[in-house]
C-alpha cells in the first residue's frame, strides 16, 4: 500500500489493550475518528486482525461465517490483508506497551465534579458489580422515608456498580471511572468485566454519597 496512511495520530486513533470475550486471548481494539472499530490480534506491522471463529459468529452469524470459510478456502493465494496506520503512532504505541509491563504509567482516577456534567468515552470494564445496597453504601436505613428522599434517583430501581478504564496504548497515563449503574440497563448491554465498552456519564450530587457518577449509557462499540 502507498500513500498517507489510513489511520494515525491525526484522526484520534487510540487503542486499548483487552481479552477476546469468545477465545480468551489477549488482543488489541482499535477506533479512530474515521469510523474504525476493530480488533487486532497484535501491534504493528501488518496489524492483523482478529479473527477468531466466536468473534466471526458474534458478528456475522454463523450462516454468512460458513458461508465465507468455504468461499476462502476456495480461492488460492487466500491471505489476511493488513491495515496501514501511520508509523509514528504505531511505535508510539508499541513503546509504551513495553513501558507498561514495567508499570510506567499510573492510573488517575476521575471523581465527579460538583456540578452537572456529562462525560463520553471507550473504555475497558475493569470491575463489575451486578447488584450494589446503595442504602447501606450511605449508611442509611432502607425502610425509611428520609432514606429514600436523600438518595433519590438512586432508589428508584436495582443499582450495580462498575469500574471503567481507559487504558489507551498511546496516552501517557490511564483514567479510571467508577459509577453507579442501573441493573437493568447493564443487563441489557450485555458487557461482561474485560470488554471495550462506549459509555456516557453523568455527574450528580448525592446528599450523604457527596458527587457521584451514573452511568446512563452503556454498550459494546462493534454492537
Not at 466471526?56 to 496506520?85: D, H, R
Amino acid at each position: 500500500m502507498t500513500g498517507i496512511a489510513a489511520h494515525g495520530a491525526w484522526c484520534n486513533a487510540r487503542t486499548f489493550p483487552t481479552i477476546c470475550s469468545h477465545c480468551k486471548e489477549e488482543v488489541f481494539y482499535f477506533s479512530c475518528d474515521c469510523g474504525s472499530r476493530v480488533f487486532f490480534e497484535e501491534l504493528g506491522v501488518p496489524w492483523t486482525r482478529h479473527e477468531c471463529l466466536g468473534y466471526k459468529i458474534a458478528t456475522f452469524g454463523k450462516a454468512v461465517v460458513e458461508e465465507a470459510l468455504a468461499l476462502g478456502m476456495a480461492l488460492p493465494g487466500y491471505s489476511k490483508k493488513g491495515n496501514e496506520i501511520e508509523r509514528e503512532y504505531a511505535e508510539k504505541v508499541r513503546k509504551q506497551r513495553e513501558a507498561d509491563k514495567k508499570k510506567v504509567r499510573e492510573t488517575v482516577r476521575m471523581t465527579a465534579p460538583p456540578y452537572a456534567s456529562t462525560q463520553s468515552d471507550i473504555g475497558r470494564v475493569s470491575e463489575l458489580i451486578p447488584t450494589v445496597d446503595v442504602f447501606k453504601r450511605a449508611g442509611l436505613p432502607s425502610e425509611t422515608q428520609i432514606a429514600h428522599a436523600l438518595l433519590h434517583q438512586l432508589t428508584k430501581e436495582p443499582m450495580g456498580q462498575i469500574t471503567l478504564l481507559i487504558d489507551d496504548i498511546s496516552d501517557n497515563d490511564k483514567e479510571s471511572y467508577t459509577c453507579f449503574i442501573a441493573s437493568n440497563l447493564l443487563r441489557k448491554s450485555g458487557v461482561i468485566q474485560s470488554d471495550i465498552a462506549e459509555f456516557t456519564l453523568r455527574s450528580l450530587n448525592v446528599p450523604i454519597l457527596g458527587d457521584i457518577w451514573i452511568c446512563e449509557k452503556l454498550s459494546s462499540p462493534l454492537g
